[in-house]
Nanobody, 116 residues
């Protein structure tokens, strides 16, 4: 079955960096577009970034453009999100997601807290 497992979250000071990972299994990872989302306390889940199956095309929410980089390793079946210049407003639970046969699959999420 499809499984997505995020890791790499933690507590970081403003201006710091983190790299999130999402380990995928149960499907042919290299053929699917992957996305990162986040959900801050009391807010709706919001889209952060998208990467196509080959990694050749990426898109970002305006709020993270220029600071975050989405990437993937299709040999390791792993999705990444490099987050630089972190701000307190980036504090959220971060999720990876894919859609397969019209069904959305989500990981369990990893907490990112940006605080001094």
């Amino acid at each position: 079955q499809v499984q997505l497992v995020e890791s790499g979250g933690g507590v970081v000071q403003p201006g710091g960096s983190l790299r999130l990972s999402c380990a995928a299994s149960g499907f042919t990872f290299s053929t699917y577009t992957m996305k990162w989302y986040r959900q801050a306390p009391g807010k709706e889940r919001e889209w952060v970034a998208t990467i196509t199956s080959s990694g050749g095309d990426t898109n970002y929410a305006d709020s993270v453009k220029g600071r975050f980089t989405i990437s993937r390793d299709n040999v390791k079946n792993t999705l990444y999100l490099q987050m630089n210049s972190l701000k307190p407003e980036d504090t959220a639970v971060y999720y990876c997601k894919t859609r397969r046969y019209s069904i959305d699959y989500w990981g369990q999420g990893t907490q990112v807290t940006v605080s001094s």
